[in-house]
């Protein structure tokens, strides 16, 4: 998470969207930077404004705006699996060594996910709303607004990326997934 107090602004940190890079890039200008822990870096935008938001915002008399980026929900879905499938993860039990997507996704929709399926929901981390919400497919877009609204003209580099592997759901989970979880689509649909 970025507070950017002199413009007015917080970079809300959506695991799986881009924000790494963007809080690398960024983070040099920021007035204030957590990082840890991963509960506080992760703050969705319901617990900024009831624990940061009175600090730093004056108690009201000084609001800032968040921003956070949204990712299509079968690619994020896809990118966690393939991050959790990485080697320094090996043997531990969120790891998804072995599990494949659609197993992976199964365990997601469950009412208890297992751990390796245990990542959240992207529309639980957002309730309450943001100011301005990206797509992570149209990151540029993230990237202009939040050099314009600072001032700045930042490339920042891809970082935290997850390992290439295919990713495809077969069509009934798919069907599934949009029925089970369509909050999560109507999210990323709503998404500039």
């Not at 200008?29 to 404004?49: E, S, T, Y």
């Not at 957002?126 to 990237?143: I, K």
Request: proline share 8%; aromatic share 10%; net charge positive.
């Amino acid at each position: 998470m970025l507070i950017f107090w002199k413009a007015r602004l917080v970079l809300l940190s959506m695991p799986k969207t881009g924000t790494t890079a963007l809080e690398a890039a960024f983070g040099p200008h920021a007035d204030a930077a957590i990082h840890n822990p991963p509960g506080l870096k992760h703050m969705g935008p319901a617990k900024w404004r009831q624990s940061l938001a009175p600090v730093f915002e004056r108690r009201g008399k000084r609001p800032l705006e968040t921003m956070a980026l949204v990712r299509e929900p079968v690619d994020w879905l896809g990118s966690w699996w393939r991050y959790r499938a990485r080697e320094g993860l090996r043997g531990q039990p969120n790891s998804t060594e072995g599990v494949g997507f659609d197993p992976f996704v199964e365990g997601w929709l469950s009412d208890a996910p297992p751990p390796h399926a245990d990542v959240g929901q992207q529309s639980r981390f957002l309730r309450g709303g943001v100011d301005h919400l990206f797509r992570y497919e149209r990151f540029d877009a993230a990237l202009a607004f939040l050099n314009a609204r600072l001032g700045l003209e930042v490339a920042p580099d891809r970082l935290n990326v997850s390992p290439e592997a295919e990713a495809a759901l077969s069509p009934a989970l798919n069907a599934r997934l949009r029925r089970e979880r369509a909050e999560e689509f109507a999210l990323w649909d709503g998404a500039g």
